[in-house]
């Protein structure tokens, strides 16, 4: 079988033939496949890279919660879910019973008032508590119940906030942060739940993500990436300089 005439390929204007610098014959056929080929290779390429570049830009929120005295209580993270944002977390070392928890306007916890993170994070205007007929802020919450052992679990969720940007983001130009006060929020009271005053404090902190999945300078991931990329464009080249040879 002759090298590009298989199968009863027929060319009418006769199967114009040349040599490239393997010293194979070459077909418009078998250009062809090495086009398909190589345009598959681009295509996977660059899914690979936008998959990662995807993964890499997937914020991971967290708040690292401390109390009056500087100690680290406890940690939450925040993520995007349907109706706002989910918080998820565990504290401890924290007076047993039922605390207001609500997101502050201010992402600055200087203690030990913690006054510093502002009143409710409320960029829609509204009054406190999900009770409040003209209600709610943003960044209300339910109270967070700690046991006779001083822990908890934050498990809510913040109604109609988000984290991209926009009117209702917890990341707006000031940040935001997470604040326990001392007692339980009526889920009423305008503008504070009257819950007391605010005995933990954590600012919310996005990274674009976690450290541990970021790659590093020697990774064979990124050794692999930077070979792809290099025979990527190689093959672009071959392809563009094949075109113009076929000509
Ligand atoms: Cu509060």
Same mark, same amino acid.
């Given at each position: 079988m002759t090298v590009g005439r298989a199968g009863g390929y027929s060319d009418p204007v006769g199967c114009r033939m040349r040599r490239d610098t393997t010293g194979l014959e070459k077909t418009k056929e078998g250009n062809t496949v090495r086009i398909a080929l190589a345009f598959v290779t681009i295509v996977a390429l660059a899914a690979t890279l936008l998959a990662g570049s995807a993964l890499a830009q997937t914020p991971s929120v967290t708040a690292e919660v401390k109390d009056a005295g500087g100690k680290v209580v406890g940690v939450a993270r925040f993520t995007a879910a349907a109706d706002g944002v989910q918080l998820a977390g565990q504290v401890q070392g924290l007076p047993p019973g039922v605390h207001g928890i609500h997101i502050h306007t201010v992402g600055t916890c200087a203690p030990p &008032? +913690?006054? %510093? /993170?502002? $009143?409710? +994070?409320n960029p829609t205007g509204k009054k406190h508590g999900t009770k409040n007929a003209e209600g709610h802020h943003v960044g209300d919450l339910p109270n967070l119940t700690i046991a006779a052992d001083g822990t908890g679990t934050i498990q809510m969720v913040a109604k $109609? /906030?988000? !984290?991209? /940007? $926009?009117?209702? %983001? !917890? +990341? &707006? /130009?000031d940040g935001s942060a997470l604040v326990i006060h001392a007692g339980p929020d009526d889920e009423a009271t305008d503008p504070t739940g009257n819950s007391g005053g605010r005995i933990a404090c954590g600012v919310l902190t996005q990274l674009s993500a976690p450290a541990s999945s970021l790659p590093r300078t020697g990774d064979p991931a990124v050794i692999v990436s930077i070979l792809a990329g290099a025979g990527a464009l190689f093959a672009a080249g071959g392809v563009a300089l094949r075109r113009r040879q076929t000509r």
């Open positions: &008032d +913690f006054v %510093s /993170a502002g $009143g409710h +994070f $109609g /906030a988000t !984290l991209s /940007a $926009g009117a209702t %983001s !917890l +990341f &707006d /130009a």
